[in-house]
């Protein structure tokens, strides 16, 4: 079975602190996709980031930076000093060989001046 | 740089009734989508177009569910009879200029607020 999961439900901090958002993912298939999008206040669904599982480099993007290991089946996220504008839902996700994106439960970050 | 459109924002209806929600997927995207989130809860798929016909549903889908392609640039979802529980946000999504769909990345539309009373 494909699952993903977000154990964090929601994070709390203060501007500028560095936070990391955790994702665990399982699949039995070698090929596949991961993904985050940040979901805010407003509702929508906005792409931040796609890795395959072949490649386990980290990526970072401005403040963002994505961290894959297949060895424990994880794909966190950090951002790094946090700013108000991060505030959001933070949704990890997973897609195989098929159409359909299987989504964590997501985590609320939540970033207080 | 293209989006994803939805229409309307928000429909209210009555239990029942038949609503269809529309989206404008980007103009290039070959595979088309929709998903719902129920309010405080996960993004959880329903269904996957491609070439005129669904390709993937979920269980979710079932027959009172219907999607259409109406002309080159809209995409619906119907709701025959609309009960309680369809209450939630819907988004639709593209990907794909050429590939497998799952290859590609999804782009999602706003959404639309559907309530359901």
């Known amino acids: 079975a494909q699952k993903v999961t977000q154990a964090q439900t929601e994070i709390s901090v203060v501007e500028k602190e560095d936070v990391t958002l955790d994702c665990v993912y399982e699949?039995?298939?070698?090929?596949?996709?991961l993904f985050w999008y940040k979901q805010p206040p407003s509702g929508e669904l906005v792409f931040l980031i796609r890795?395959?599982?072949?490649?386990?480099q980290n990526e970072i993007s401005g403040r963002y930076s994505w961290n894959f290991q297949k060895s424990t089946s994880s794909f966190n996220f950090t951002i790094t000093a946090s700013q108000v504008v991060d505030s959001a839902v933070y949704f990890c996700?997973?897609?195989?060989?098929?159409?359909?994106?299987?989504f964590g439960t997501g985590t609320r970050l939540q970033v207080f001046p | 740089e293209p989006e994803v459109t939805q229409t309307p924002s928000h429909q209210v209806t009555q239990m029942g009734q038949e609503v269809i929600l529309r989206c404008v997927p980007i103009?290039?995207?070959?595979?088309f989508y929709w998903y719902r989130q129920i309010l405080g809860q996960k993004v959880e798929f329903l269904v996957s177009?491609?070439?005129?016909?669904?390709?993937?549903k979920s269980e979710i889908f079932d027959d009172q569910f219907s999607v259409e392609r109406p002309d080159g640039s809209n995409f619906t979802l119907k709701i025959r009879s609309t009960k309680l529980e369809d209450s939630a946000m819907y988004f639709c999504?593209?990907?794909?200029?050429?590939?497998?769909?799952?290859?590609?990345?999804?782009?999602f539309g706003p959404g639309t607020r559907l309530t359901v009373l």
């Open positions: 699949t039995r298939d070698t090929t596949y996709y």
């Open positions: 999504a593209s990907s794909g200029t050429s590939g497998r769909a799952g290859t590609d990345t999804q782009y």
């Open positions: 177009f491609y070439n005129n016909e669904i390709s993937e």
């Open positions: 996700a997973l897609i195989r060989n098929t159409d359909k994106l299987i």
């Open positions: 103009s290039n995207h070959l595979y």
């Open positions: 890795r395959n599982s072949f490649d386990e």
